[in-house]
Protein backbone atom coordinates (compact mmCIF):
# COMPACT_ATOMS: atom_id res chain seq x y z
CA UNK A 1 0.00 0.00 0.00
CA UNK A 2 1.46 3.30 -1.00
CA UNK A 3 1.40 6.13 1.89
CA UNK A 4 -1.12 8.29 -0.83
CA UNK A 5 -3.60 4.77 -0.89
CA UNK A 6 -2.89 4.39 2.91
CA UNK A 7 -3.65 8.43 3.65
CA UNK A 8 -7.18 8.56 1.41
CA UNK A 9 -8.01 5.57 3.33
CA UNK A 10 -7.49 6.93 6.75
CA UNK A 11 -9.57 10.33 5.60
CA UNK A 12 -11.99 8.62 4.83
CA UNK A 13 -12.44 6.78 7.28
CA UNK A 14 -12.57 10.03 9.50
CA UNK A 15 -15.27 11.26 7.48
CA UNK A 16 -16.96 7.61 7.69
CA UNK A 17 -16.87 7.80 11.48
CA UNK A 18 -18.90 11.38 11.58
CA UNK A 19 -21.23 10.17 8.33
CA UNK A 20 -22.49 6.86 11.23
CA UNK A 21 -22.92 9.25 14.17
CA UNK A 22 -24.99 11.41 12.13
CA UNK A 23 -26.95 8.43 10.48
CA UNK A 24 -27.54 6.96 14.41
CA UNK A 25 -28.70 10.39 15.77
CA UNK A 26 -31.25 10.96 12.93
CA UNK A 27 -32.54 7.28 12.98
CA UNK A 28 -32.62 6.41 15.95
CA UNK A 29 -33.91 9.33 17.43
CA UNK A 30 -37.20 7.79 15.42
CA UNK A 31 -37.01 4.12 18.21
CA UNK A 32 -36.32 5.95 21.17
CA UNK A 33 -39.28 8.38 20.72
CA UNK A 34 -41.67 6.27 23.34
CA UNK A 35 -38.87 6.18 25.78
CA UNK A 36 -38.22 10.03 25.65
CA UNK A 37 -41.46 10.98 25.38
CA UNK A 38 -42.12 8.78 28.31
CA UNK A 39 -39.43 10.34 30.22
CA UNK A 40 -40.10 14.17 29.42
CA UNK A 41 -43.79 13.21 30.07
CA UNK A 42 -45.23 13.86 26.82
CA UNK A 43 -47.62 12.27 23.78
CA UNK A 44 -45.53 10.45 21.69
CA UNK A 45 -47.17 13.11 19.15
CA UNK A 46 -45.39 16.28 20.98
CA UNK A 47 -42.52 13.58 21.39
CA UNK A 48 -42.43 13.46 17.81
CA UNK A 49 -41.92 17.28 16.80
CA UNK A 50 -38.23 16.59 18.11
CA UNK A 51 -37.58 14.13 14.80
CA UNK A 52 -38.97 16.99 12.51
CA UNK A 53 -36.92 19.75 14.19
CA UNK A 54 -34.31 17.71 13.23
CA UNK A 55 -35.19 17.55 9.94
CA UNK A 56 -35.66 21.34 10.06
CA UNK A 57 -32.37 21.95 10.98
CA UNK A 58 -30.91 20.12 8.24
CA UNK A 59 -32.70 21.61 5.42
CA UNK A 60 -32.31 25.00 6.77
CA UNK A 61 -28.50 24.67 8.05
CA UNK A 62 -27.17 22.68 4.63
CA UNK A 63 -27.42 26.06 2.43
CA UNK A 64 -26.71 28.62 5.64
CA UNK A 65 -23.44 26.82 6.65
CA UNK A 66 -22.19 25.88 3.36
CA UNK A 67 -22.01 29.41 2.07
CA UNK A 68 -20.83 30.59 5.36
CA UNK A 69 -17.81 28.57 5.55
CA UNK A 70 -17.05 28.45 2.15
CA UNK A 71 -13.49 30.29 2.43
CA UNK A 72 -13.01 27.98 5.50
CA UNK A 73 -10.26 25.26 5.44
CA UNK A 74 -12.46 22.20 4.94
CA UNK A 75 -10.45 20.28 7.53
CA UNK A 76 -11.34 22.95 10.09
CA UNK A 77 -15.52 23.32 8.77
CA UNK A 78 -15.73 19.34 9.14
CA UNK A 79 -14.32 19.72 12.58
CA UNK A 80 -16.62 22.72 13.39
CA UNK A 81 -19.88 20.84 11.77
CA UNK A 82 -19.76 17.67 13.57
CA UNK A 83 -18.54 19.11 17.19
CA UNK A 84 -21.14 21.39 16.96
CA UNK A 85 -23.44 18.25 16.20
CA UNK A 86 -21.73 16.32 18.72
CA UNK A 87 -22.17 19.29 21.54
CA UNK A 88 -26.06 19.30 20.72
CA UNK A 89 -26.46 15.73 21.04
CA UNK A 90 -25.17 16.39 24.47
CA UNK A 91 -27.48 19.27 25.47
CA UNK A 92 -29.98 16.96 24.78
CA UNK A 93 -28.99 13.98 26.48
CA UNK A 94 -29.70 16.47 29.50
CA UNK A 95 -32.50 18.38 28.59
CA UNK A 96 -35.29 18.59 31.16
CA UNK A 97 -38.42 19.30 29.10
CA UNK A 98 -39.33 18.58 25.35
CA UNK A 99 -38.80 22.84 24.48
CA UNK A 100 -35.19 21.62 25.61
CA UNK A 101 -34.69 18.61 23.51
CA UNK A 102 -36.44 20.22 20.51
CA UNK A 103 -34.62 23.15 20.08
CA UNK A 104 -30.92 20.90 21.06
CA UNK A 105 -32.33 18.54 17.76
CA UNK A 106 -32.49 21.53 15.47
CA UNK A 107 -29.38 22.70 16.64
CA UNK A 108 -28.27 18.82 16.15
CA UNK A 109 -29.47 18.98 12.41
CA UNK A 110 -28.39 22.28 11.11
CA UNK A 111 -24.39 20.65 10.58
CA UNK A 112 -25.75 17.58 9.20
CA UNK A 113 -26.06 18.90 5.64
CA UNK A 114 -22.38 21.04 5.30
CA UNK A 115 -20.90 18.04 7.06
CA UNK A 116 -22.15 15.05 4.97
CA UNK A 117 -21.60 17.40 1.44
CA UNK A 118 -18.10 18.52 2.64
CA UNK A 119 -16.95 15.06 3.38
CA UNK A 120 -18.31 13.59 0.28
CA UNK A 121 -15.85 16.30 -1.63
CA UNK A 122 -13.10 15.67 0.12
CA UNK A 123 -13.09 11.82 -0.31
CA UNK A 124 -14.10 12.09 -3.45
CA UNK A 125 -10.62 14.54 -4.02
CA UNK A 126 -8.50 11.98 -2.42
CA UNK A 127 -9.65 9.53 -4.90
CA UNK A 128 -8.16 9.46 -8.61
CA UNK A 129 -10.77 11.19 -10.97
CA UNK A 130 -12.26 8.17 -11.66
CA UNK A 131 -12.56 7.01 -8.89
CA UNK A 132 -14.68 9.77 -7.46
CA UNK A 133 -17.88 7.81 -7.11
CA UNK A 134 -16.10 5.44 -4.73
CA UNK A 135 -15.07 7.68 -2.34
CA UNK A 136 -18.47 9.67 -2.32
CA UNK A 137 -19.40 5.56 -1.11
CA UNK A 138 -17.13 4.55 1.11
CA UNK A 139 -18.32 7.72 2.84
CA UNK A 140 -21.98 6.40 2.27
CA UNK A 141 -20.97 3.53 3.74
CA UNK A 142 -20.56 5.07 7.60
CA UNK A 143 -24.41 6.03 6.80
CA UNK A 144 -25.68 2.60 5.95
CA UNK A 145 -23.65 0.43 8.31
CA UNK A 146 -25.44 3.08 10.99
CA UNK A 147 -28.53 1.45 10.03
CA UNK A 148 -27.87 -2.14 10.44
CA UNK A 149 -25.61 -2.06 13.18
CA UNK A 150 -25.83 1.69 15.10
CA UNK A 151 -29.58 2.43 15.03
CA UNK A 152 -30.16 -1.49 16.36
CA UNK A 153 -27.62 -0.97 19.05
CA UNK A 154 -28.90 2.18 19.90
CA UNK A 155 -32.45 1.17 20.74
CA UNK A 156 -31.09 -1.81 22.67
CA UNK A 157 -28.77 0.63 24.39
CA UNK A 158 -31.78 3.37 25.06
CA UNK A 159 -34.09 0.45 26.17
CA UNK A 160 -31.23 -0.58 28.86
CA UNK A 161 -29.87 1.85 30.39
CA UNK A 162 -32.01 4.65 29.27
CA UNK A 163 -32.59 7.00 26.53
CA UNK A 164 -30.34 9.88 27.64
CA UNK A 165 -27.40 7.47 27.30
CA UNK A 166 -28.09 7.41 23.62
CA UNK A 167 -27.01 10.90 22.86
CA UNK A 168 -24.18 10.63 25.25
CA UNK A 169 -22.76 7.83 22.93
CA UNK A 170 -23.82 9.17 19.87
CA UNK A 171 -21.90 12.55 20.70
CA UNK A 172 -18.99 10.49 22.33
CA UNK A 173 -18.46 8.71 18.65
CA UNK A 174 -19.07 12.17 17.03
CA UNK A 175 -15.99 13.64 18.95
CA UNK A 176 -14.03 10.99 18.33
CA UNK A 177 -14.79 12.08 14.60
CA UNK A 178 -13.55 15.20 15.50
CA UNK A 179 -10.11 14.36 16.61
CA UNK A 180 -9.65 11.63 13.54
CA UNK A 181 -10.35 14.49 11.14
CA UNK A 182 -7.76 16.72 12.61
CA UNK A 183 -5.06 13.53 12.73
CA UNK A 184 -5.86 12.31 9.34
CA UNK A 185 -7.35 14.78 7.17
CA UNK A 186 -4.99 16.69 4.81
CA UNK A 187 -5.14 20.16 6.42
CA UNK A 188 -5.87 21.90 2.97
CA UNK A 189 -5.68 25.71 2.26
CA UNK A 190 -8.92 27.88 2.18
CA UNK A 191 -10.29 28.56 -1.37
CA UNK A 192 -9.83 32.06 -1.80
CA UNK A 193 -11.46 32.25 -4.91
CA UNK A 194 -14.49 30.77 -2.80
CA UNK A 195 -16.86 32.81 -1.07
CA UNK A 196 -20.71 33.68 -0.39
CA UNK A 197 -21.26 35.03 -3.90
CA UNK A 198 -19.51 32.10 -5.62
CA UNK A 199 -21.52 29.23 -3.70
CA UNK A 200 -25.18 31.26 -3.95
CA UNK A 201 -24.30 30.92 -7.87
CA UNK A 202 -25.63 27.28 -7.51
CA UNK A 203 -28.78 28.92 -7.66
CA UNK A 204 -28.56 30.31 -10.62
CA UNK A 205 -27.56 26.91 -12.55
CA UNK A 206 -30.48 24.69 -14.00
CA UNK A 207 -28.10 21.62 -14.28
CA UNK A 208 -27.86 21.88 -10.27
CA UNK A 209 -31.73 22.90 -9.58
CA UNK A 210 -32.64 19.60 -12.25
CA UNK A 211 -30.49 17.42 -10.43
CA UNK A 212 -31.80 18.02 -6.87
CA UNK A 213 -35.05 17.55 -8.45
CA UNK A 214 -34.52 14.26 -8.87
CA UNK A 215 -33.10 13.17 -5.35
CA UNK A 216 -36.53 15.59 -3.62
CA UNK A 217 -38.59 13.29 -5.79
CA UNK A 218 -37.54 10.23 -6.31
CA UNK A 219 -36.36 9.74 -3.01
CA UNK A 220 -39.51 10.14 -1.72
CA UNK A 221 -40.80 6.82 -3.08
CA UNK A 222 -38.23 5.21 -0.28
CA UNK A 223 -39.47 6.50 2.40
CA UNK A 224 -43.51 6.34 1.26
CA UNK A 225 -42.31 3.24 1.74
CA UNK A 226 -40.12 2.91 4.93
CA UNK A 227 -41.86 5.13 7.32
CA UNK A 228 -44.94 2.65 7.09
CA UNK A 229 -43.22 -0.23 6.65
CA UNK A 230 -43.25 -1.47 10.59
CA UNK A 231 -47.19 -0.65 10.85
CA UNK A 232 -47.97 -2.79 7.62
CA UNK A 233 -45.69 -5.44 9.09
CA UNK A 234 -48.01 -5.57 12.29
CA UNK A 235 -51.76 -4.51 11.06
CA UNK A 236 -51.76 -6.18 7.78
CA UNK A 237 -49.34 -9.00 7.45
CA UNK A 238 -49.87 -9.82 11.38
CA UNK A 239 -45.86 -10.65 11.45
CA UNK A 240 -44.49 -12.56 14.47
CA UNK A 241 -43.26 -10.54 17.13
CA UNK A 242 -39.58 -12.56 16.22
CA UNK A 243 -39.28 -11.38 12.90
CA UNK A 244 -40.20 -7.66 13.44
CA UNK A 245 -36.03 -6.97 14.22
CA UNK A 246 -34.99 -9.03 10.75
CA UNK A 247 -37.64 -6.69 9.32
CA UNK A 248 -36.49 -3.53 10.04
CA UNK A 249 -32.82 -4.19 9.41
CA UNK A 250 -33.52 -5.61 6.23
CA UNK A 251 -33.49 -1.98 4.71
CA UNK A 252 -29.68 -1.61 5.94
CA UNK A 253 -28.71 -4.43 5.27
CA UNK A 254 -29.58 -3.52 1.58
CA UNK A 255 -28.24 -0.59 1.32
CA UNK A 256 -25.16 -1.45 2.53
CA UNK A 257 -24.92 -3.99 -0.13
CA UNK A 258 -26.16 -1.79 -2.68
CA UNK A 259 -23.33 1.12 -2.17
CA UNK A 260 -20.83 0.23 -3.36
CA UNK A 261 -22.71 -1.86 -6.45
CA UNK A 262 -24.42 2.06 -6.69
CA UNK A 263 -20.71 3.65 -6.80
CA UNK A 264 -19.18 1.29 -9.45
CA UNK A 265 -21.96 1.87 -11.59
CA UNK A 266 -21.81 5.84 -11.27
CA UNK A 267 -18.62 5.40 -12.34
CA UNK A 268 -19.34 3.54 -15.23
CA UNK A 269 -21.74 6.30 -16.37
CA UNK A 270 -23.52 8.80 -13.98
CA UNK A 271 -26.93 8.98 -15.97
CA UNK A 272 -26.91 5.19 -16.80
CA UNK A 273 -26.27 4.74 -13.27
CA UNK A 274 -28.83 6.61 -11.56
CA UNK A 275 -31.26 5.70 -14.70
CA UNK A 276 -30.58 1.79 -13.35
CA UNK A 277 -30.93 2.44 -9.58
CA UNK A 278 -34.76 4.50 -9.96
CA UNK A 279 -35.86 2.11 -12.08
CA UNK A 280 -35.23 -0.17 -9.38
CA UNK A 281 -36.62 2.11 -7.12
CA UNK A 282 -40.21 2.21 -9.59
CA UNK A 283 -40.43 -1.52 -9.96
CA UNK A 284 -39.49 -2.26 -5.67
CA UNK A 285 -42.33 -0.09 -4.40
CA UNK A 286 -45.12 -1.64 -7.11
CA UNK A 287 -44.05 -5.46 -6.29
CA UNK A 288 -44.32 -4.46 -2.29
CA UNK A 289 -47.91 -3.36 -2.95
CA UNK A 290 -48.90 -6.34 -4.67
CA UNK A 291 -47.34 -8.85 -1.86
CA UNK A 292 -49.30 -6.52 0.37
CA UNK A 293 -50.08 -9.46 3.51
CA UNK A 294 -47.11 -11.55 2.96
CA UNK A 295 -44.52 -10.64 5.54
CA UNK A 296 -41.17 -12.57 4.18
CA UNK A 297 -42.05 -11.01 0.77
CA UNK A 298 -42.57 -7.43 2.12
CA UNK A 299 -39.47 -8.01 4.17
CA UNK A 300 -37.52 -9.30 1.00
CA UNK A 301 -38.44 -6.15 -0.82
CA UNK A 302 -37.47 -3.61 1.54
CA UNK A 303 -34.06 -5.15 1.42
CA UNK A 304 -34.46 -5.01 -2.42
CA UNK A 305 -35.13 -1.34 -1.85
CA UNK A 306 -32.59 -0.66 0.19
CA UNK A 307 -29.89 -1.78 -2.31
CA UNK A 308 -31.63 1.00 -4.66
CA UNK A 309 -30.53 4.05 -2.19
CA UNK A 310 -27.19 4.20 -3.38
CA UNK A 311 -28.85 6.86 -6.19
CA UNK A 312 -27.61 9.60 -3.95
CA UNK A 313 -24.02 8.36 -5.35
CA UNK A 314 -24.56 9.12 -9.13
CA UNK A 315 -26.40 12.23 -8.21
CA UNK A 316 -24.08 13.36 -5.53
CA UNK A 317 -21.07 12.71 -8.30
CA UNK A 318 -23.50 14.56 -11.20
CA UNK A 319 -23.50 17.87 -8.83
CA UNK A 320 -19.69 17.78 -8.29
CA UNK A 321 -19.49 17.85 -12.47
CA UNK A 322 -21.72 20.86 -12.35
CA UNK A 323 -21.71 23.10 -9.56
CA UNK A 324 -18.48 25.12 -10.91
CA UNK A 325 -17.33 27.43 -7.99
CA UNK A 326 -20.21 26.53 -5.97
CA UNK A 327 -18.89 22.20 -5.00
CA UNK A 328 -19.75 23.21 -1.03
CA UNK A 329 -23.61 24.35 -1.57
CA UNK A 330 -24.04 22.32 -3.80
CA UNK A 331 -23.22 19.15 -2.26
CA UNK A 332 -24.78 20.38 1.10
CA UNK A 333 -28.24 21.19 -0.68
CA UNK A 334 -28.32 17.46 -1.98
CA UNK A 335 -28.42 15.96 1.47
CA UNK A 336 -31.24 18.93 2.13
CA UNK A 337 -33.23 17.83 -0.76
CA UNK A 338 -32.96 13.91 0.35
CA UNK A 339 -34.60 15.67 3.43
CA UNK A 340 -37.21 17.31 1.42
CA UNK A 341 -38.07 13.72 0.36
CA UNK A 342 -38.05 12.62 3.33
CA UNK A 343 -40.78 14.63 4.14
CA UNK A 344 -42.85 14.61 1.00
CA UNK A 345 -43.05 10.51 0.78
CA UNK A 346 -44.72 9.80 4.11
CA UNK A 347 -46.83 13.17 3.92
CA UNK A 348 -48.61 11.52 0.34
CA UNK A 349 -48.71 8.33 1.48
CA UNK A 350 -50.20 9.39 4.71
CA UNK A 351 -52.90 11.45 2.53
CA UNK A 352 -53.34 7.90 0.88
CA UNK A 353 -53.52 6.12 3.63
CA UNK A 354 -55.83 8.76 5.30
CA UNK A 355 -58.48 8.26 2.13
CA UNK A 356 -58.71 4.75 3.07
CA UNK A 357 -56.47 3.20 0.29
CA UNK A 358 -55.29 0.82 2.38
CA UNK A 359 -51.38 -0.38 3.29
CA UNK A 360 -50.77 -1.34 -0.27
CA UNK A 361 -51.26 2.70 -1.46
CA UNK A 362 -48.04 3.00 0.16
CA UNK A 363 -46.44 1.11 -2.34
CA UNK A 364 -47.90 2.69 -5.07
CA UNK A 365 -47.35 5.93 -3.69
CA UNK A 366 -43.84 5.06 -3.68
CA UNK A 367 -43.40 3.59 -6.78
CA UNK A 368 -44.98 7.02 -8.54
CA UNK A 369 -42.77 9.38 -6.67
CA UNK A 370 -39.56 7.32 -8.17
CA UNK A 371 -41.00 7.23 -11.24
CA UNK A 372 -41.03 11.21 -11.30
CA UNK A 373 -37.57 11.24 -9.90
CA UNK A 374 -36.75 8.99 -13.24
CA UNK A 375 -38.60 11.43 -15.45
CA UNK A 376 -36.55 14.27 -14.19
CA UNK A 377 -33.73 12.72 -14.66
CA UNK A 378 -34.64 12.21 -18.43
CA UNK A 379 -35.01 15.75 -17.85
CA UNK A 380 -31.66 16.37 -16.14
CA UNK A 381 -29.99 13.84 -19.46
CA UNK A 382 -31.49 16.18 -22.37
CA UNK A 383 -30.37 19.73 -20.84
CA UNK A 384 -26.78 18.48 -20.24
CA UNK A 385 -27.40 17.22 -23.89
CA UNK A 386 -27.81 20.07 -25.13
CA UNK A 387 -24.87 22.21 -23.26
Known amino acids: MTPQTRQARLTVLSLAVGAFAIAVSEFATMGLLPYYAKGLGVTEPVAGHAVSAYALGVVIGAPILAVLGARLPRRLLLMLLIGTFSIANLAGAFAPGIGWLVTARVIAGLPHGAFLGIAMLVAANAQPKERRAAGVAQVMLGLTIANVIGVPAAGAVGQAFGWRTCFVLVAAIGLISVMMIGRFVPKGRPDLAAGPLQELGAF ?184
Open 204 to 387: ANRAVWLTLLVGAIGFGGIFAVYSYFSAALIQAAHTPAWAIPLALSAFGIGATIGTPIAGRLASWSIFGGAAILLAGMTITPAFYALVMGNWPLMILTVFLLGATAGVFIPLQTRLMDVAGDAQTLAAAMNHAAFNLANAIGPFLAGLALAAGFGWASTGWVGAALALAGLAALGLAYFDARRR
